[in-house]
């Protein structure tokens, strides 16, 4: 806060097209948070435009950024931020609740946590799970509404996601887990370091293509 | 977000805080319990009073003579005397006055009574032998008087139970002797009970012939009417009766300027709206009274609201953030607000309802409280307005929860 205006962000300029798998990189205060909220329609621009999908979100109202974020995007935060007091499944449902899409939503929730291999905690809370566990119902969370765009503050499981075609934006200050990533953009002070495109590592677990084995790998 | 969605996560919240949601909810709760208790207190003083008025007789009217003037000084209400046996003969004339049943004349005498070594005293009428039928009095024992006792002057007497109480001492009254007035009267009937006091004990009475009370009692006033009582034939009839018996005395008396004739006429409608009148507003100054308890029990809610969404700034980020509108946010938390103080009012009712319901059994001097009447109206308003209270005291903190910036919420500590 204070008197001095903070420009976390200057003179950026991305395009990420559909299906990568982008890590954005850079150390704490270099601005990734604030290009995280950006992408996800949290915030909007105070200057320049950002297009997703051709739309100019600053010219969308709140309730259109809700639906966007809503359908289009999913968000699995660092800290995970499952809602406390409410059980797996009903954390996992949200996001269909507020679409207003209720045709089949339990059986659906119950998918999306059997996909992460929970559907045996679907009744428990947040504070009844291990970390691994609460990060998986994130995952399910995120997913659920089978949204273009995952934005990711951990890496689990998103190797695998990225093969089914959905795009990926990875913020991480840490460099081995970008190494996953096809193309990794580096922040520094709110510009753009580099932006290189690379051979990304194959994560251990990949080859076992079940579903059952990708819930085994993220555990 | 649907409201039965809306209404499942405001179970949840008010469950996670089960003290604080109870506590809260106490406020609405003894709030909506005074107005129910209330109200039906000032409902059932207002339906004792308008069976005592019932009590006075079915469908009645009363002709009063106007008050008259000796020397510029006002002599009060009735004083005059300006009602003859005349009156009462037109007025009990079918042809003129097809909606009266009958009318009677009533003079009255008040008398010291003795039996034995007792004394009473009590107000004695003078009427005819229609008398019990028009003010409503059943014969417990013994009869009426007849019309050839009224014509005779006989000297017989029915007498009420509060007189037979304290003057015949368990003893059976029909057939004794008494003296009113040291005019010696026999017992021929008594009256039971009509067990009311608010308007005057209707039980402390002595009915003599009218024409006994003229020749015996009244002392040298002549034949004295001081009122005339009539029975219409319906309740629908009463204000035809009333008119028709108007319309029979101005001609008889004469009278030039109909608004200011010598008589006064009342129906029993004109003193059960008078008393109706004054109860009903005494049902309103006590749910008023009420009704500022419910206000504090609202700033509670609010109170409460707001800290609930503070401490839950973070989970209205994360819902923000999956992708939920304003008015999702507003709609959960106005629910929650709703259902905290609904159901603090329905507590309350039922609080109320039942505390009502032990009040008529309380004892005081001269009997008990009138049995409080809970009205289904103001239950189903104190429920409504209990709703509307959380619904407005809940406003201004879902608004604000609705207010806040995923980013900054999502940030919170």
Redesign the interface.
């Known amino acids: 806060m204070g008197e001095i205006e903070v420009q976390a962000l200057r003179g950026i300029d991305l395009q990420i097209v559909e299906g990568e798998f982008i890590a954005i990189m850079g150390a704490s205060g270099s601005g990734k948070s604030t290009l995280m909220?950006l992408i996800?329609c949290?915030?909007t621009p105070s200057e320049g435009t950002y297009l997703l999908e051709d739309v100019d979100v600053a010219e969308l109202d709140?309730?259109s950024l809700?639906?966007i974020?809503?359908?289009r995007i999913g968000?699995v935060?660092q800290s995970f931020?499952?809602?406390?007091?409410?059980t797996a499944l009903h954390n996992v449902e949200?996001?269909l609740?507020?679409?207003?899409d209720?045709a089949q939503r339990l059986e659906r929730a119950l998918a999306a946590l059997d996909l992460v291999g929970l559907a045996d905690r679907a009744h428990h809370q947040p504070s009844e799970l291990s970390g691994g566990q609460q990060q998986r119902v994130a995952i399910a969370?995120a997913l659920i509404?089978e949204p273009a765009i995952l934005l990711a503050e951990i890496m689990r499981l998103l190797t695998r996601l990225n093969e089914q075609g959905r795009t990926i934006v990875l913020i991480t200050h840490e460099g081995d887990i970008a190494t996953f990533a096809s193309r990794v953009v580096r922040l520094r002070d709110g510009l753009i370091l580099s932006d290189d495109r690379q051979v990304p590592r194959e994560p251990a677990g990949a080859e076992a293509p079940s579903e059952q084995a990708a819930a085994e790998a993220v555990s | 977000m649907s409201v039965g969605e809306a209404l499942r996560l405001a179970w949840q919240g008010l469950l996670a805080n089960r003290l604080r949601s109870g506590l809260t909810m106490l406020g609405i709760l003894i709030g909506v319990g005074a107005v129910i208790l209330l109200v039906a207190v000032g409902n059932g003083a207002s339906i004792k009073v308008q069976n005592q008025v019932q009590a006075l007789g079915s469908n009645i009217v009363y002709i009063y003579p106007s008050s008259t003037k000796a020397g510029g000084v006002s002599q009060g209400f009735g004083s005059g005397s300006t009602l003859t046996q005349a009156d009462v003969n037109a007025l009990n004339d079918r042809s003129q006055a097809p909606d009266i049943v009958t009318a009677i004349p009533v003079a009255q005498a008040s008398g010291n009574m003795t039996w034995q070594n007792q004394n009473w005293f009590a107000q004695t009428t003078g009427s005819t032998q229609d008398f019990a039928q028009v003010r409503a009095y059943d014969i417990k024992t013994g009869a009426m008087f007849t019309a050839a006792d009224v014509t005779s002057s006989s000297k017989v007497v029915v007498v009420g139970q509060t007189v037979v109480d304290n003057l015949f001492q368990g003893q059976d009254p029909v057939g004794q002797q008494i003296k009113i007035n040291r005019v010696t009267f026999t017992v021929v009937g008594t009256f039971a009970s009509k067990g009311s006091a608010a308007l005057g004990n209707q039980d402390n009475v002595a009915v003599v012939p009218i024409t006994t009370a003229w020749n015996y009692l009244t002392g040298g006033r002549g034949k004295n009417i001081s009122q005339i009582v009539i029975q219409a034939t319906s309740a629908d009839t009463v204000k035809a009766a009333q008119t028709e018996a108007t319309n029979i005395l101005l001609n008889l008396h004469q009278v030039a300027d109909p608004t200011n004739p010598d008589f006064t006429s009342q129906s029993q409608q004109d003193i059960l709206n008078a008393t109706s009148q004054i109860t009903g507003t005494l049902t309103v100054l006590l749910g008023a009274i009420a009704a500022i308890s419910l206000v504090v029990g609202g700033i509670g809610i609010m109170n409460i609201m707001l800290v609930t969404v503070t401490e839950r700034t973070r989970e209205i980020g994360i819902r923000k953030a999956i992708g939920a509108r304003r008015r999702d946010i507003l709609l959960q938390f106005l629910i929650e607000s709703m259902v905290l103080s609904g159901l603090g009012g329905l507590l309350g009712i039922a609080a109320g309802w039942l505390i009502a319901l032990q009040i008529g059994s309380i004892k005081i001097a001269g009997g008990t409280l009138p049995q409080p009447v809970v009205s289904i109206p103001s239950v189903l308003l104190a429920f409504g307005v209990s709703v509307g209270i959380g619904l407005f005291f809940g406003i201004y903190p879902a608004n604000r929860a609705a207010g806040l910036h995923p980013i900054e919420a999502l940030r919170y500590e």
């Open positions: 909220n996800g949290l915030d709140d309730d809700a639906m974020r809503n359908l968000f935060f931020n499952l809602i406390p007091r409410s949200m996001p609740i507020y679409a207003g209720s969370r509404t």
